[in-house]
T-cell receptor, first 114, second 115 residues
């Protein structure tokens, strides 16, 4: 299994500011994803983080709001830009390896925007 | 379009009894995977079990088994001998295994285990 760490684990931010969340995996993985879980809701895929190229965003999510980087096979960042209270959620990093029937999640970053 | 449906918002089970959590899916893909995750109050997503669309036998992991009925497009999770620690939110998820390898989630079922 892959061990995934995320920083920060939680944060309280003021509206209009930005927060960058880091995701580190202990082994090289094929796929990295970012999910959002709003309070009391299920998980929604934000984007697929592609190594060395622009992320692939899902409908309803745009690069200007959620810029993502993935410089190598073990690290990715998600920035939540120009935050509003509606961005208060848990943000989760997830990894998978093609050909393997597993997908793991990081511990999540709990974000509260005031 | 892919879709995952969990119709049970909440379920109660007596400790030591078995419980089935329902999940149906819709996809036009031939190769896909089905997952179940447990999310306790701490918020972490714990991987429980995986079933590939080409797997002929139902997946089992300890007390967890996945009742895969491909023709009916269902992938129910069976938890045997429920424990108090099984009280949590359970999510069914589906991944396309050929294209973007993206995983989508159902709405979840909250399981309460009674002593």
């Amino acid at each position: 299994s892959a061990v995934i760490s995320q920083k920060p684990s939680r944060d309280i931010c003021q509206r209009g500011t930005s927060l960058t969340i880091q995701c580190q995996v202990d082994s090289q993985v094929t796929m990295m994803f970012w999910y959002r879980q709003q309070p009391g809701q299920s998980l929604t895929l934000i984007a697929t983080a592609n190594q060395g190229s622009e992320a692939t965003y899902e409908s309803g999510f745009v690069i200007d709001k959620f810029p993502i980087s993935r410089p190598n096979l073990t690290f990715s960042t998600l920035t939540v830009s120009n935050m509003s209270p509606e961005d208060s959620s848990i943000y989760l990093c997830s990894v998978a390896i093609r050909g393997l029937g597993t997908q793991y999640f990081g511990p999540g970053t709990r974000l509260l925007v005031l | 379009a892919q879709k995952i449906t969990q119709t049970q918002p909440g379920m109660f089970v007596q400790e030591k009894e078995a419980v089935t959590l329902d999940c149906t899916y819709d996809t036009s893909d031939q190769s896909y995977g089905l997952f179940w995750y447990k999310q306790p109050s701490s918020g972490e997503m714990i991987f429980l079990i995986y079933q590939g669309s080409y797997d002929e036998q139902n997946a089992t992991e300890g007390r967890y088994s996945l009742n895969f009925q491909k023709a009916r497009k269902s992938a129910n999770l069976v938890i045997s001998a429920s424990q108090l620690g099984d009280s949590a939110m359970y999510f069914c998820a589906m991944r396309d295994n050929t294209g973007g390898f993206k995983t989508i989630f159902g709405a979840g079922t909250r399981l309460f285990v009674k002593a």
